[in-house]
């Protein structure tokens, strides 16, 4: 058996949403239908909780406020096995498709409903679809308004839908009017001068898990943590499917069949925390970035010694 990757922690987590939560395919059914339709994400979830727990693993589990008021329990067993309860927004609507107003208020509902059910603080918030196109500074006051500590929504490349171009693939602390928000990007790693995601979503489930553990592992050796995420249907490959683009249709399904083998390999491979925790361990050393209120970020050191 392989010796654990002890050169770094990873951090992984879980968007709790159902297969009908798919974004930006024309099939998908309005919210006044889900409650209509055949769940799949309470077994789902209950298949990586088992996981989790064969592993000896916490994790962080970002639950969509739609999930948690149809399945309540679902949150307080995530919660009273010990992983880390955040939140993936209540409605999973596009940012850019809700005006400031509406996003505060589907960040607010989520936090307090999730905070009422699981008995912890709810600090952390993943944007559905990492809708954030750029670092504007509403974003991050939004974030702070709605009582959150840290945001987990940046993915730093080009993405269907998302996605912002960034130099910065590891995690910072966003500084702003003298407040501070640490912002946990998904991972990307520099590969011909490209950024490349290997870590969650359709790029884990395509990409050959020898090639997974080699990216995440240059990753770590680079003192960066890995992100990882997942959603629970796609440790389902008999989920029923939404009509989409052929090419939508491979992103969204291709090698369901082996991505809880990838996920069992993954937690023997490396070492994991969550979100949380890693912040918890590692904020006084993360790189300070002063978001101005025009818009433009600069790096800064903490201090001015290290
Ligand atoms: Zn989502």
Not at 152 to 181: A, Q
Not at 275 to 304: H, K, T
Request: net charge positive; charged share 25%.
């Amino acid at each position: 058996m392989l010796k654990k990757n002890n050169k770094g922690t990873s951090i992984f987590s879980v968007d709790v949403e159902d297969w009908f939560h798919i974004l930006d395919v024309e099939s998908t059914p309005p919210v006044a239908r889900w409650n209509d339709l055949p769940g799949r994400v309470e077994r789902n979830t209950h298949r990586l909780l088992s996981l989790c727990e064969e592993h000896d693993v916490r994790v962080t589990f970002f639950f969509l406020g739609w999930v948690a008021q149809r399945y309540p329990h679902l949150v307080r067993e995530t919660a009273e096995k010990g992983h880390e309860i955040a939140s993936h927004g209540s409605s999973h609507r596009l940012l850019y498709r809700m005006n400031p107003a509406e996003v505060l208020t589907d960040m607010v509902d989520s936090r307090r409903l999730l905070e009422d059910l699981s008995g912890t603080q709810v600090r952390g918030y993943r944007a559905p679809g990492f809708s954030v196109r750029n670092e504007a500074p509403w974003f991050f006051e939004t974030l702070l308004e709605a009582g959150f500590t840290y945001d987990s929504s940046v993915f730093p490349g080009p993405r269907g839908h998302g996605g912002m171009r960034s130099n910065r693939l590891g995690p910072y602390t966003v500084s702003l009017r003298g407040k501070e928000i640490v912002e946990l990007p998904v991972s990307l790693i520099r590969v011909a001068g490209r950024n490349i995601c290997f870590s969650g979503g359709g790029y884990l489930r395509l990409f050959p898990y020898r090639l997974v553990r080699r990216l995440a592992s240059k990753t770590l050796a680079s003192g960066r943590p890995v992100m990882f995420y997942i959603h629970p249907r796609e440790i389902d490959p008999r989920h029923p499917r939404l009509p989409m683009n052929r090419v939508r249709e491979f992103k969204s399904y291709v090698n369901l069949a082996s991505t809880e083998g990838k996920i069992r390999r993954l937690f023997r491979d490396f070492t994991f925390t969550t979100c949380w925790d890693f912040i918890r361990e590692n904020r006084e050393a993360l790189p300070v970035v002063n978001l101005a209120v025009s818009g433009s970020a600069n790096d800064q050191g903490r201090s001015s010694t290290d």
